[in-house]
C-alpha cells in the first residue's frame, strides 16, 4: 500500500465511523446540549477535562464557549481543567495524578454545574474520579467516551449522559468527540441565541 493509498484509507475510516456514529449518537448530543442549556439558564458552569488528545478537546469545548463558535453572542462560563500547570503539578506531585481534576471539581464546582469528562477508552482514573467528585457537588455529567464506555460508564446515573462513539480506534474515536463538540457548541447557541 502506498502512503497515498494510506492517507485515503485514513479518510475512509474517519468518514464510515462518522456514518456509524450519526445513526446513534442525535439523541443523546441532543440530550446533552439541553442539560448544557439548563445548567447555562441557571447560572450555572461547564467544567471540562480529558487527557492527552481529549484534554485538547476539552480545551476546545471551553474556548468555544467562552469566546464563541460560529456567530456572535455573549460569551458562556465554562472552563477547561487541564490549563493550570502550577495546579496540576502540585496536585500530582503532592497528592496523586489521579486527583488532577478531582480536587479542582471539589473546590470549584457548584451544585447545578456540568461536568464535561472526555475519554476514549473510558477508564483514564483521573477521569472517573472526576466524575465521582461532581457526583458529590450534585453536578450533572456528560461524558464522551468510546469502546465499550469502560469503567465510567459504570458511574453513570440517570441524571447524566454518555456519548459513546461506536468506534475502537483511538483516533477515530477522537475525530468524532471533535465533531460531537461541535454539535454542541451549535446546538447550545441555537437554543440560547436563535436562528442568525
Given at each position: 500500500?502506498?502512503?497515498?493509498?494510506?492517507?485515503?484509507?485514513?479518510?475512509?475510516?474517519?468518514?464510515?465511523?462518522?456514518?456509524?456514529?450519526?445513526?446513534?449518537?442525535?439523541?443523546?448530543?441532543?440530550?446533552?446540549s439541553?442539560?448544557?442549556?439548563?445548567?447555562?439558564?441557571n447560572?450555572?458552569?461547564?467544567?471540562?477535562?480529558?487527557?492527552?488528545?481529549?484534554?485538547?478537546?476539552?480545551?476546545?469545548?471551553?474556548?468555544?464557549?467562552?469566546?464563541?463558535?460560529?456567530?456572535?453572542?455573549?460569551?458562556?462560563?465554562?472552563?477547561?481543567?487541564?490549563?493550570?500547570?502550577?495546579?496540576?503539578?502540585?496536585?500530582?506531585?503532592?497528592?496523586?495524578?489521579?486527583?488532577?481534576?478531582?480536587?479542582?471539581?471539589?473546590?470549584?464546582?457548584?451544585?447545578?454545574?456540568?461536568?464535561?469528562?472526555?475519554?476514549?477508552?473510558?477508564?483514564?482514573?483521573?477521569?472517573?474520579?472526576?466524575i465521582?467528585?461532581?457526583?458529590?457537588?450534585?453536578?450533572?455529567v456528560?461524558?464522551?467516551?468510546?469502546?465499550?464506555?469502560?469503567?465510567?460508564?459504570?458511574?453513570?446515573?440517570?441524571?447524566?449522559?454518555?456519548?459513546?462513539?461506536?468506534?475502537?480506534?483511538?483516533?477515530?474515536?477522537?475525530?468524532?468527540?471533535?465533531?460531537?463538540?461541535?454539535c454542541?457548541?451549535?446546538?447550545?447557541?441555537?437554543?440560547?441565541?436563535?436562528?442568525?
Amino acid at each position: 500500500m502506498s502512503f497515498t493509498e494510506r492517507i485515503v484509507q485514513h479518510f475512509h475510516n474517519s468518514i464510515d465511523t462518522k456514518v456509524q456514529a450519526s445513526q446513534v449518537l442525535p439523541p443523546l448530543i441532543e440530550q446533552a446540549s439541553r442539560m448544557m442549556v439548563e445548567t447555562l439558564l441557571n447560572e450555572g458552569k461547564i467544567l471540562s477535562c480529558g487527557n492527552g488528545g481529549s484534554a485538547g478537546d476539552a480545551q476546545h469545548f471551553s474556548s468555544e464557549m467562552l469566546n464563541r463558535f460560529e456567530r456572535e453572542r455573549p460569551s458562556l462560563p465554562a472552563m477547561a481543567l487541564t490549563t493550570d500547570t502550577s495546579t496540576l503539578t502540585s496536585i500530582a506531585n503532592d497528592y496523586s495524578y489521579n486527583e488532577i481534576f478531582s480536587k479542582q471539581i471539589r473546590a470549584l464546582g457548584q451544585p447545578g454545574d456540568i461536568l464535561l469528562a472526555i475519554s476514549t477508552s473510558g477508564n483514564s482514573a483521573n477521569i472517573i474520579q472526576a466524575i465521582q467528585a461532581a457526583h458529590e457537588r450534585d453536578m450533572k455529567v456528560v461524558a464522551l467516551t468510546g469502546k465499550d464506555g469502560g469503567n465510567m460508564a459504570a458511574l453513570l446515573t440517570q441524571e447524566d449522559c454518555e456519548i459513546r462513539v461506536p468506534a475502537k480506534v483511538t483516533a477515530r474515536i477522537q475525530e468524532v468527540h471533535l465533531l460531537v463538540i461541535h454539535c454542541l457548541c451549535d446546538l447550545i447557541d441555537e437554543q440560547l441565541f436563535g436562528g442568525h
